[in-house]
């Protein structure tokens, strides 16, 4: 084992590490259309084990979307997967971690439905866990609500009203009241303020 799977296989405690450094570094070497090692990056050299540890999972969790699909990776223009792996392998935070993994795993999509833009991994790097959820909630309300097959907007719907941002905060999980856009007189007495923003 290489130095830095030794390390990182100490600080977790289990050799299972190994196991998915492979099955990582198969993916890598298929979606960079060269060897890891060779390119001399995020694998072979001396990276920090929280960074390494990571890419293992963001990548592990990407092979494994596609495979569910039933798909291979296909290699991914330099351009779009440098970027997007050197960024990745700094979040930490398990629910963007996952955004990662989904967008990697749609750039080596080898039917590219839902095509990654160069700019992808630098809006998402600049977002927070609470940013991406909010826009989670976001998308989910007009793919539920508005993007429904012969679905006319309203003259409400086509602007984001005051209820529309409340109910969206509470599908994020983000207010500390009921989930309900319209407060009650015991949530306005307790979270006026959180109300208010």
């Not at 971690?97 to 990697?104: D, P, R």
């Not at 866990?129 to 007009?142: F, I, M, P």
């Not at 999980?173 to 923003?197: C, Q």
């Amino acid at each position: 084992m290489d130095p830095i799977a030794t390390s990182i296989a100490k600080a977790t405690g289990t050799e299972a590490i190994g196991a998915l450094e492979k099955e990582a570094e198969s993916f890598l070497n298929t979606v960079i259309g060269e060897p890891a090692k060779a390119r001399g990056g995020l694998l072979a050299d001396k990276i920090n084990h929280r960074r390494h540890k990571n890419l293992i999972g963001i990548t592990v969790e990407a092979k494994r979307n596609l495979a569910e699909a039933g798909l291979s990776p296909k290699e991914v223009p330099l351009k779009f997967i440098h970027p997007l792996l050197d960024v990745c392998s700094l979040e930490e935070e398990p629910d963007i971690q996952t955004i990662w993994a989904n967008m990697l795993a749609n750039a080596a999509d080898p039917r590219q439905k839902n095509p990654v833009g160069s700019s992808f991994s630098g809006i998402l790097k600049e977002l927070t866990s609470r940013e991406v959820k909010l826009l989670d909630a976001t998308y989910r309300h007009l793919e539920e609500n508005i993007r429904a097959p012969g679905h006319i907007l309203t003259q409400q719907q086509r602007g984001v009203g005051e209820v529309l941002l409340m109910g969206l905060f509470g599908e994020a999980g983000f207010l500390r009241f009921s989930n309900s856009p319209n407060p009650t007189t015991g949530d306005w007495r307790e979270h006026a303020a959180d109300i208010k923003a």
